[in-house]
């Protein structure tokens, strides 16, 4: 097996690594999604500053998976683009 061969085995392995991350890190967006959710319904209710406090530190749980998730697309994005070159490379 060749060098482009095995850097091609080596970019398929990480895509579905990467494939698995965005899968488990979708199942946490959503679980700190509903918990955010409840968080603000509680500080509308009760204006308590400690439910505020609360909404705000799971709104920036939900920021960080969504960013997250961003990052694990681009990263997938430029491994599939280097895969179609070194693809192309085989012809």
């Given at each position: 097996m060749g060098r482009v061969e095995?850097?091609?085995?080596?970019?398929?392995?990480?895509?579905?690594?990467?494939?698995?991350?965005?899968?488990?890190?979708?199942?946490?967006?959503?679980?700190?999604?509903?918990?955010?959710?409840?968080?603000?319904?509680d500080a509308a209710v009760s204006g308590w500053q400690g439910d505020r406090m609360e909404a705000d530190s799971t709104a920036a749980d939900v920021a960080r998976f969504e960013r997250?998730?961003?990052?694990?697309d681009a990263k997938s994005e430029r491994l599939a683009l280097r895969r179609q070159r070194l693809m192309e490379r085989l012809d």
């Open positions: 095995s850097k091609l085995f080596e970019i398929n392995d990480t895509i579905a690594e990467l494939a698995e991350e965005r899968r488990l890190v979708e199942a946490e967006l959503v679980h700190h999604r509903h918990i955010h959710d409840d968080a603000v319904r997250r998730i961003r990052e694990i």
